[in-house]
C-alpha cells in the first residue's frame, strides 16, 4: 500500500510539469494548445536516444526541455506569423511531431538497465544512494518540480510575466502599451511545451521506455489537472496556479490508481481519464451555474 502510495505520487509530480504546461497556455493564454500531445513523447524520444548513445541523463533532460522550447516556437509561429487558428497550428504541429518522433526513436525504445538515469546517477547515488529506487524516484521527481515551480513562479512576478498574463485576460491592454502581443503569446508557448517535453523526457527516465503513443491523451490528462486543482483551491487565496495544478495532478494520478486497483483493465486506462475528464467538466459547469445562480437571488 505505501508503494502505490509513493508511485502515485511520483506520477504526480513528474505529470505537474506537463501540468504547469497546460496552465500557462489553457488558463493564461486561453489557447487551445494541442502540442502537448506532440511535445510529450518529443521529450521521451530525445531523452532515450540520449541515453542509449551515453550521454549525462540531467543534461538530457536539458536538451528535451530545449527541443520542446522549439516545438512550442514553430506553433506559435504558425498562429502569430503564418495567421493560422490556435487550434489548428497545434493540430498541425502535433501531426508533425508523431512522425519526427519516430524518425528520432522509432516506435519503441527500452533503456537497459546498466545506463544510468537521474535516478541512479552517481550524483544521485552520493546523496540518496542509502534510499531505495522508489523513494529516489520519488525525491528527485519533487526535487525537479519544486525548482520548476519555484522559477515559474518567479518568471510571473517579471514584466515579461505580467505581460504574459494580460495577453489571456485583455490583449487590447497589451497592444496599448506598444507590446506586441504576438510575440509574448510565442514566449508562453516555448515555455508552456519545454515543461510539457521535460515532464516526458523524466516520465521516460522513471518508466525507463519511450513509445511513440505515449503522448496521446495528455492533453486531457493536464486540462484535468488544471481544472481540479483550480476548482478545489479558487476561493483559497494564498495558494498559488502552480501550487493548486500541483495538487490536481496528485489527485487526478491518484483516480486513476484507484480505478486501476478496484479491477478495471489497464487497456480500459485512457476510457477512464476521458471519463473522469468529463465528471470534472460537468461539476464544473455545475458549480458555476449555482454561482450564478446565488448571485443573481
Given at each position: 500500500?505505501?508503494?502505490l ?7 504526480g ?32 524520444a ?8 551515453g ?18 516556437f ?34 519503441n525504445?527500452?533503456?537497459?538497465r ?60 497589451v497592444?496599448?502599451l506598444?507590446?506586441d ?12 511545451n ?104
Open positions: 500500500m505505501l508503494d502510495i509513493i508511485s502515485t505520487l511520483t506520477q509530480f513528474i505529470y505537474a510539469l506537463l501540468s504547469f504546461g497546460v496552465y500557462i497556455t489553457y488558463k493564461i493564454l486561453d489557447f487551445p494548445d494541442l502540442t502537448v500531445d506532440g511535445s510529450f513523447p518529443l521529450g521521451a530525445v531523452t532515450a536516444v540520449l541515453l542509449v548513445k550521454v549525462n541523463p540531467f543534461l538530457s533532460l536539458l536538451v528535451s526541455l530545449l527541443v520542446g522550447a522549439l516545438a512550442g514553430v506553433t506559435g509561429f504558425i498562429h502569430v506569423r503564418l495567421k493560422v487558428r490556435d487550434l489548428l497550428s497545434g493540430i498541425i504541429t502535433m501531426t508533425a511531431l508523431f512522425s519526427i518522433n519516430l524518425q528520432i526513436a522509432g516506435s525504445l527500452s533503456i537497459a546498466e545506463i544510468d538515469t537521474v535516478f541512479t546517477s552517481p550524483v544521485t547515488m552520493s546523496v540518496f544512494g542509502s534510499m531505495s529506487l522508489i523513494l529516489r524516484k520519488l525525491i528527485v521527481s519533487a526535487i525537479i518540480m519544486i525548482v520548476c515551480k519555484v522559477l515559474l513562479d518567479l518568471y510571473f512576478k517579471t514584466k515579461n510575466g505580467f505581460l504574459l498574463r494580460a495577453v489571456g485576460d485583455n490583449s487590447v491592454l497592444t496599448s506598444s507590446k502581443k504576438g510575440r509574448i503569446k510565442i514566449i508562453g508557448l516555448v515555455i508552456s519545454a515543461l510539457v517535453a521535460l515532464s516526458g523526457a523524466v516520465a521516460c527516465q522513471e518508466q525507463r521506455s519511450f513509445s511513440a503513443t505515449m503522448g496521446t491523451g495528455q492533453i486531457v490528462f493536464g486540462l484535468a489537472a488544471v481544472i481540479i486543482g483550480t476548482t478545489l483551491f479558487r476561493r483559497v487565496s494564498f495558494i498559488k496556479g502552480t501550487t493548486a495544478v500541483i495538487f490536481g495532478s496528485v489527485i487526478y494520478k491518484a483516480c486513476i490508481q484507484i480505478a486501476i486497483s478496484l479491477g478495471l483493465p489497464a487497456n480500459l486506462l485512457k476510457l477512464i481519464t476521458a471519463v473522469l475528464f468529463l465528471l470534472i467538466l460537468v461539476l464544473g459547469n455545475f458549480q458555476k451555474g449555482s454561482v450564478k445562480k446565488n448571485v443573481r437571488a
